[in-house]
T-cell receptor
Framework: GESVGLHLPTLSVQEGDNSIINCAYS??????FIWYKQESGKGPQFIID?????DKRQGQRVTVLLNKTVKHLSLQIAATQPGDSAVYFC?????????????FGKGTLLTVNP | NAGVTQTPKFRILKIGQSMTLQCTQD?????MYWYRQDPGMGLKLIYY???????DKGEVPNGYNVSRSTTEDFPLRLELAAPSQTSVYFC???????????????FGEGSRLTVL
């Protein structure tokens, strides 16, 4: 099975609410995690990353939380806007073997209702 | 900078035909990747390259070939197209230099391929 997966395939929120997108990973050796956003018809875009020696990292309106105990990653989006509607992917970097490949999860579709 | 440019954006192939998806980047990135994305699914790595002259297989390399003769270009070749290769293909590049955003892949807009 996939080493990176998501608890919720779809998420619908009201504009202005906070969104939380979850991701589970199975490889405890993964040392680096990234969230990507993919708008319809476009390639994924980098949002935020976090290394395994951190528990939390904040960006502009986004926060990534890493819980290594349960191998769980989450992306929090504050004050969600219609422009945040997209598919969100988590990806992990596994240092085993080649250090240069990212494994992507299936993605969560976020829909923001006005 | 144009970033990562892929051509063509759309293509329909017949079973058994061959074609090359072109990818070029102008950011002087050392790493380049080809992914495929099936409907409702995540990205699967086909091939990647850590520099000119060096390529390696990803998760799903069967039916594809690549070359990396220059830093800028990383074409993906389909020799005998099959319906299972119907997908959206994304090329990406990355500057792996020990910096703070090493995981940032820069993606092209994608190439939608249909094999009938």
């Amino acid at each position: 099975g996939e080493s990176v997966g998501l608890h919720l395939p779809t998420l619908s929120v009201q504009e202005g609410d906070n969104s939380i997108i979850n991701c589970a990973y199975s490889n405890s050796a993964s040392d680096y995690f990234i969230w990507y956003k993919q708008e319809s018809g476009k390639g994924p875009q980098f949002i935020i990353d976090i290394r395994s020696n951190m528990d939390k990292r904040q960006g502009q309106r986004v926060t990534v939380l890493l819980n290594k105990t349960v191998k769980h990653l989450s992306l929090q989006i504050a004050a969600t806007q219609p422009g945040d509607s997209a598919v969100y992917f988590c990806a992990e970097n596994n240092p085993g073997g080649s250090n240069y490949k990212l494994t992507f999860g299936k993605g969560t579709l976020l829909t923001v209702n006005p | 900078n144009a970033g990562v440019t892929q051509t063509p954006k759309f293509r329909i192939l017949k079973i058994g035909q061959s074609m090359t998806l072109q990818c070029t980047q102008d950011m002087n990135h050392n790493y380049m990747y080809w992914y495929r994305q099936d409907p409702g699914m995540g990205l699967k790595l086909i091939y990647y390259s850590v520099g000119a002259g060096i390529t390696d297989k990803g998760e799903v390399p069967n039916g594809y070939n690549v070359s990396r003769s220059t830093t800028e270009d990383f074409p993906l070749r389909l020799e005998l197209a099959a319906p299972s290769q119907t997908s959206v293909y994304f090329c990406a590049s990355r500057l792996l230099a020990g910096g703070t955003r090493d995981g940032e892949l820069f993606f092209g807009e994608g190439s939608r391929l249909t094999v009938l």
